[in-house]
């Protein structure tokens, strides 16, 4: 299975704080994105990072990616109370339809 | 610009029933469109996906069913509820498979 398995589960620090979190996968890839989900709402699109890139920044969001490790880390720098959500790391296959096959995420609270 | 509408926000059905979920998107044409089914604390699972009109890819056998009857409509369909179909179901949409998928705001089935 190509699906991303995300690292740690849950994640709990203060406001403040960095927020790293990774995901390893098995396959190779197109491309790695990541998405954040707010309790109860649609999934919201943060990064994508290609196979061929190794690190990409937006904001306060840093995603790096090691295609010889097969694994991907995002950082929220700084973090902020509103940053609580989940995190979903998802992979778009190399060789397959390319359909995305999303993790299981990873729970972040900052508390304030 | 585009967006993704899905309705209902939240369903209550007692088992037996049927259910017809509806997603739309504007503002683009011929997208590719996706069911997803999350169940609490997890990771989406992808159900049907559709690259045209009347084309439906199922992913996972199951109880469920869908349908694409114009080009940004995505309908998710079951003849009999399950106990099991309860959920937080998500749409979403893209243009290029490999890329960046965009999230509706997802219903809540309860299945009684």
């Known amino acids: 299975s190509q699906q991303g398995e995300e690292d740690p589960q849950a994640l709990s620090i203060q406001e403040g704080e960095n927020a790293t979190m990774n995901c390893s996968y098995k396959?190779?890839?197109?491309?790695l994105q990541w998405y954040r989900q707010n309790s109860g709402r649609g999934l919201v699109h943060l990064i994508l990072?290609?196979?061929?890139?190794r690190e990409k920044h937006s904001g306060r969001l840093r995603v790096t990616l090691d295609t010889s490790k097969k694994s991907s880390s995002l950082l929220i720098t700084a973090s902020r109370a509103a940053d609580t959500a989940s995190y979903f790391c998802?992979?778009?296959?190399?060789?397959?339809?390319?359909?995305?096959?999303f993790g299981q995420g990873t729970i972040l609270t900052v508390h304030p | 610009s585009q967006t993704i509408h899905q309705w209902p926000a939240t369903l209550v059905q007692p088992v037996g029933s049927p259910l017809s979920l509806e997603c739309t998107v504007e503002?683009?044409?011929?997208?590719?469109l996706y069911w997803y089914r999350q169940a609490a604390g997890r990771g989406l699972q992808l159900l049907f996906y559709s690259v045209g009109i009347g084309q439906i890819s199922s992913e996972v056998p199951q109880n469920l069913s869908a349908s694409r009857p114009q080009d940004r409509q995505f309908i998710l369909s079951s003849k009999k509820l399950l106990l099991s179909d309860s959920g937080f179901y998500l749409c979403?949409?893209?243009?290029?498979?490999?890329?960046?998928?965009?999230f509706g705001p997802g219903t809540r089935l309860l299945v009684l």
């Open positions: 998802a992979i778009a296959g190399g060789t397959s339809y390319g359909k995305l096959t």
């Open positions: 396959t190779s890839i197109n491309n």
């Open positions: 990072i290609r196979s061929n890139e």
């Open positions: 503002g683009t044409s011929n997208p590719n």
């Open positions: 979403a949409w893209n243009r290029d498979s490999k890329e960046t998928q965009y």
